[in-house]
Nanobody, 124 residues
Protein backbone atom coordinates (compact mmCIF):
# COMPACT_ATOMS: atom_id res chain seq x y z
CA UNK A 1 0.00 0.00 0.00
CA UNK A 2 1.31 3.44 -0.96
CA UNK A 3 -0.19 6.79 -0.09
CA UNK A 4 0.68 9.78 -2.27
CA UNK A 5 0.37 13.44 -1.33
CA UNK A 6 0.98 16.17 -3.90
CA UNK A 7 1.95 19.75 -3.15
CA UNK A 8 3.29 22.79 -4.92
CA UNK A 9 0.39 23.77 -7.13
CA UNK A 10 -0.86 27.32 -7.41
CA UNK A 11 -1.50 30.29 -9.65
CA UNK A 12 1.28 31.49 -11.93
CA UNK A 13 1.53 33.79 -14.92
CA UNK A 14 2.30 32.45 -18.36
CA UNK A 15 6.04 31.96 -18.75
CA UNK A 16 6.50 31.26 -15.07
CA UNK A 17 7.59 28.15 -13.22
CA UNK A 18 6.30 25.82 -10.55
CA UNK A 19 7.69 22.71 -8.91
CA UNK A 20 5.30 20.00 -7.85
CA UNK A 21 6.22 17.46 -5.21
CA UNK A 22 4.67 14.10 -4.43
CA UNK A 23 5.53 12.50 -1.11
CA UNK A 24 4.96 8.76 -0.77
CA UNK A 25 4.44 6.75 2.36
CA UNK A 26 5.98 3.34 2.96
CA UNK A 27 9.42 1.82 2.59
CA UNK A 28 9.00 0.45 -0.91
CA UNK A 29 8.96 3.70 -2.86
CA UNK A 30 11.99 2.66 -4.87
CA UNK A 31 10.09 -0.29 -6.34
CA UNK A 32 7.52 1.93 -8.03
CA UNK A 33 7.65 3.70 -11.34
CA UNK A 34 6.12 7.13 -10.87
CA UNK A 35 4.22 9.46 -13.11
CA UNK A 36 2.42 12.76 -13.30
CA UNK A 37 -0.90 13.00 -15.07
CA UNK A 38 -3.11 16.02 -15.48
CA UNK A 39 -6.77 16.69 -16.05
CA UNK A 40 -8.27 19.93 -17.30
CA UNK A 41 -11.96 20.75 -16.79
CA UNK A 42 -14.14 18.74 -19.14
CA UNK A 43 -11.16 16.76 -20.44
CA UNK A 44 -9.84 13.27 -19.90
CA UNK A 45 -6.88 12.62 -17.65
CA UNK A 46 -3.71 12.75 -19.73
CA UNK A 47 -0.14 11.65 -19.30
CA UNK A 48 2.47 14.33 -18.60
CA UNK A 49 5.66 12.58 -17.49
CA UNK A 50 6.92 9.37 -15.93
CA UNK A 51 10.12 8.01 -14.46
CA UNK A 52 11.37 4.50 -13.82
CA UNK A 53 12.32 3.05 -10.47
CA UNK A 54 15.96 4.13 -10.48
CA UNK A 55 15.30 7.54 -12.00
CA UNK A 56 17.53 6.73 -14.93
CA UNK A 57 14.81 6.87 -17.56
CA UNK A 58 12.07 9.44 -18.04
CA UNK A 59 9.27 9.86 -20.54
CA UNK A 60 7.35 12.98 -21.51
CA UNK A 61 4.25 13.90 -23.41
CA UNK A 62 5.03 15.91 -26.51
CA UNK A 63 3.07 18.82 -25.08
CA UNK A 64 5.46 19.23 -22.15
CA UNK A 65 8.74 17.98 -23.58
CA UNK A 66 11.52 20.53 -23.17
CA UNK A 67 9.56 22.47 -20.53
CA UNK A 68 8.87 19.93 -17.76
CA UNK A 69 11.36 17.73 -15.92
CA UNK A 70 10.45 14.78 -13.75
CA UNK A 71 12.87 13.57 -11.09
CA UNK A 72 12.83 11.48 -7.95
CA UNK A 73 14.69 11.17 -4.68
CA UNK A 74 14.27 7.62 -3.40
CA UNK A 75 15.91 8.51 -0.08
CA UNK A 76 13.16 11.07 0.51
CA UNK A 77 10.32 9.01 -1.02
CA UNK A 78 9.51 11.94 -3.26
CA UNK A 79 8.97 12.57 -6.95
CA UNK A 80 9.08 16.04 -8.46
CA UNK A 81 7.81 17.79 -11.54
CA UNK A 82 9.65 20.97 -12.45
CA UNK A 83 7.47 22.99 -14.80
CA UNK A 84 9.01 25.88 -16.72
CA UNK A 85 7.70 28.17 -19.45
CA UNK A 86 4.17 27.48 -18.33
CA UNK A 87 1.29 28.13 -20.71
CA UNK A 88 -2.41 28.70 -20.03
CA UNK A 89 -3.10 25.29 -21.59
CA UNK A 90 -1.10 23.69 -18.79
CA UNK A 91 -3.91 24.63 -16.40
CA UNK A 92 -5.19 21.41 -14.83
CA UNK A 93 -5.29 19.32 -11.72
CA UNK A 94 -2.02 17.42 -11.56
CA UNK A 95 -1.99 13.92 -10.14
CA UNK A 96 0.90 11.82 -8.95
CA UNK A 97 0.64 8.07 -9.58
CA UNK A 98 2.62 4.94 -8.69
CA UNK A 99 3.01 1.73 -10.69
CA UNK A 100 4.57 -1.29 -8.99
CA UNK A 101 4.92 -3.42 -12.10
CA UNK A 102 5.85 -1.05 -14.87
CA UNK A 103 8.77 1.18 -15.76
CA UNK A 104 7.11 4.45 -16.72
CA UNK A 105 4.03 3.52 -18.70
CA UNK A 106 2.02 6.40 -20.18
CA UNK A 107 -1.36 4.73 -19.64
CA UNK A 108 -3.22 5.76 -16.47
CA UNK A 109 -4.83 2.33 -16.18
CA UNK A 110 -1.39 0.88 -15.35
CA UNK A 111 -1.07 2.87 -12.13
CA UNK A 112 -2.38 1.33 -8.93
CA UNK A 113 -2.05 4.30 -6.59
CA UNK A 114 -3.02 7.92 -7.02
CA UNK A 115 -2.74 11.12 -5.03
CA UNK A 116 -5.58 13.56 -4.48
CA UNK A 117 -4.27 16.07 -7.01
CA UNK A 118 -2.99 19.63 -6.87
CA UNK A 119 -4.39 22.51 -8.90
CA UNK A 120 -2.15 24.40 -11.31
CA UNK A 121 -3.56 27.53 -12.89
CA UNK A 122 -1.64 29.51 -15.50
CA UNK A 123 -2.97 32.96 -16.31
CA UNK A 124 -2.38 34.65 -19.64
Amino acid sequence: QVQLVESGGGLVQAGGSLRLSCAASGRTFGRFAMAWFRQAPGAEREFAASINQSGGRAYYADSVKGRFTISRDNAKNTVYLQMNSLKPEDTAVYYCAADQYGAGDIRPVRYEYWGQGTQVTVSS
